[in-house]
Structure formats: structure tokens, C-alpha cells
């Protein structure tokens, strides 16, 4: 009890004392190391007080062709088709549900927003992407917007809390995740992995047209994977963004975007659509279940709407972009039914 009395008062003053330190810090310095570390806050400041949904996207949603005629974005285009709504959106390359989710708690509540539309990427599920090259550039973008106080998030922006990981370390996490998916035990292909079956489309490719050879490659390990509900980072993220759309008293939406299941069943085969119909169902019924509206798009678009052909993507031509924008519209006017 004595040294209790003798080392509290210590511990008083340096709570003290961070307290001081934390609020002198976001006086003095925290604009200036947003601008410099984490500009995409000002996306988020820049949402118009007028706007009542709220669109978060990443490169699929403002990407487009030179021949198109309308170069809107998916966002700009369903503006257009609710008249009755201001949409806004915040649009970040190579964002996903963990970079969606720290905006979503940087969104001020002194807003008329009632509905965010949240873009369900099935290519962000796959261990490319969960370990991709900009990863880390993302995470330090959005660091210093965590949850928690600012001094702290300074000091661990200092000392690259951002989690970089040279090419070897992402190489050998990817090539983990690829191995532990068995595909069987799935229900899937008869096929035990990823790299089993890129093998076989080796060996059994007909043809020496060695760039589609190699678009089937990138087609079965961009989406030859079962989604673990359990523990899968998107999905711990999404339900995250649940929870903030339930205590910012928002309607959500998410919205599956649309894959070139055409030209994968032409140069794959019927296993691998099963796989990305399937998750794409799986992901559906999971969060409808939340009471989350989910708006499955995997198959909507044809192999014209894709723009970007060389490597699987999520771009489209302007018919594409319209597309998802109306289904997207649909649903908000079933809502009002």
C-alpha cells in the first residue's frame, strides 16, 4: 500500500503529462503530418454537406476507356440516376474493406448521409492482393486516421508501424496462403491447390498462344480460392464497417463487382466460374444474413464491357460502368417499395 502511494502520483503525472503532449501535438503538427503522410483526408473533408449517399470505391469505380463517349464514373453515374439523392464518393486505387473501413471512421456525423455503398471487390479476397506490393503504402496513408490517439499513431508512423514487408517475406506469405487452400476439400475442381492446377494448365495447353496460356494462369490464381468466413481480413473488415454504419445510423449497401466470367470459362473451364459464382453467392448470403443489402454483380458484364483484357480487372467501358450503376439504383428504388 505504501508503494502504492509513492509511485501513483507518478503514474498520475505522466498520464498527465501524454495527455498534455497528445493535445500539443494535434495542435501544432497533426495538419501538417495528414497533408504530408495521409492526403486522402482531405476526400473525406471534401464531402459535400448536401450529399445523402456516400459511395467508396477503388480503381473499378473511375476507371475508363479513351473510347468512351461518357467517361463518368460508376458514382457520377448513379448520381444521375437518383435524382432525388446527392451522391458523393471516395475513391482510393487499391482500396479494400480495411481501407474502407478507417474512412468510414473518419466520416463526420454532421452530414445528411442515410445510405453508403461500399464496392465488394471478389480480387481483394486472393493472397495477392492481401499481400500486395502497396499494401504498405496504404497502410501508412491511413495510420495516422486510426481510431486511437493521435500521438500514438505519430509514434508509430515514426517507427513504420505501417507493417512494410520486402518481396521475398510477401512471396513466401503468398505462396503459404496458396498452398493452405485445398480446393478439394472444398468442393472444388479436382485439383488439391492453386499451384496443382496452374501445372496442369501447363502441361495441357493446346495452342502457342503463350499470352492467353498465361491469362489463364492469372486467372486461376487471381481467383482459384475459398473464402474462410472465419477468419479472412475482408471479412473481419466488413463487419467492422457493419458495426460503423449501425453507430452512424447509416443504411449500407454492398455491391459485388462484376468479373469477366466469359472469358475465364473460354480459357479455364467451368471449374473455376463455379468457384467465383460460389463466393460470390457465399459472400451474398453471409451479410444479407447481417441485414446488410447486397447487390450481386459478378456476372453481369460480358467480355465487351471489360476495358482492361491483358490481366483480370475490374474496369469497364462506359456500358459496363452504367450497369452496375443501375443495378446499384435498383436497388435503392426496391428499398422504397
Not at 102 to 124: A, F, G, K, Q, W
Not at 152 to 161: H, I, M, V
Not at 199 to 212: A, R, Y
Not at 254 to 265: A, C, Q, V
Request: hydrophobic share 40%.
Amino acid at each position: 500500500m505504501e508503494i502504492f502511494k509513492k509511485i501513483a502520483p507518478r503514474f498520475l503525472a505522466l498520464a498527465l503529462m501524454l495527455v498534455a503532449m497528445n493535445y500539443l501535438y494535434v495542435q501544432l503538427f497533426l495538419e501538417s503530418d495528414l497533408q504530408e503522410n495521409s492526403p486522402i483526408v482531405n476526400s473525406v473533408r471534401a464531402i459535400p454537406i448536401e450529399t445523402t449517399v456516400l459511395y467508396f470505391g477503388e480503381s473499378s469505380n473511375t476507371s475508363y476507356s479513351e473510347l468512351d463517349v461518357n467517361k463518368n464514373s460508376i458514382s457520377q453515374m448513379l448520381n444521375q440516376l437518383l435524382p432525388d439523392e446527392v451522391v458523393s464518393d471516395i475513391t482510393k486505387p487499391a482500396a479494400h474493406s480495411g481501407i474502407y473501413k478507417v474512412l468510414m471512421e473518419n466520416v463526420s456525423e454532421t452530414n445528411n448521409i442515410h445510405t453508403v455503398v461500399v464496392t465488394m471487390n471478389l480480387r481483394s479476397f486472393n493472397a495477392d492482393w492481401v499481400y500486395s506490393d502497396l499494401e504498405s503504402a496504404l497502410q501508412k496513408e491511413i495510420l495516422l486516421l486510426q481510431n486511437r490517439p493521435d500521438l500514438y499513431n505519430r509514434f508509430l508512423l515514426s517507427f513504420k508501424g505501417y507493417r512494410p514487408m520486402n518481396d521475398r517475406k510477401r512471396f513466401e506469405k503468398i505462396n503459404a496462403w496458396q498452398s493452405s487452400i485445398n480446393l478439394q476439400a472444398a468442393g472444388f475442381p479436382a485439383f488439391h491447390n492453386v499451384e496443382n492446377w496452374k501445372q496442369t494448365i501447363k502441361e495441357n495447353w493446346k495452342g502457342d498462344d503463350m499470352d492467353q496460356r498465361q491469362l489463364a494462369l492469372n486467372y486461376t490464381n487471381t481467383f482459384g480460392f475459398n473464402i474462410n468466413f472465419n477468419k479472412h481480413p475482408r471479412i473481419i473488415n466488413f463487419n467492422e464497417i457493419i458495426s460503423i454504419a449501425k453507430q452512424k445510423k447509416w443504411d449500407l449497401v454492398f455491391h459485388i463487382l462484376p468479373e469477366n466470367i466469359e472469358t475465364m470459362e473460354k480459357l479455364v473451364g467451368s471449374d473455376l466460374t463455379k468457384i467465383v459464382l460460389g463466393n460470390a453467392r457465399k459472400l451474398a448470403r453471409y451479410f444479407s444474413e447481417k441485414g446488410v443489402k447486397v447487390i450481386n454483380n459478378v456476372s453481369l458484364n460480358t467480355d465487351k464491357e471489360f476495358s482492361d483484357k491483358a490481366y483480370p480487372t475490374e474496369h469497364y467501358f462506359e456500358s459496363g460502368r452504367l450497369a452496375v450503376a443501375q443495378k446499384i439504383k435498383d436497388c435503392f428504388l426496391k428499398g422504397n417499395n
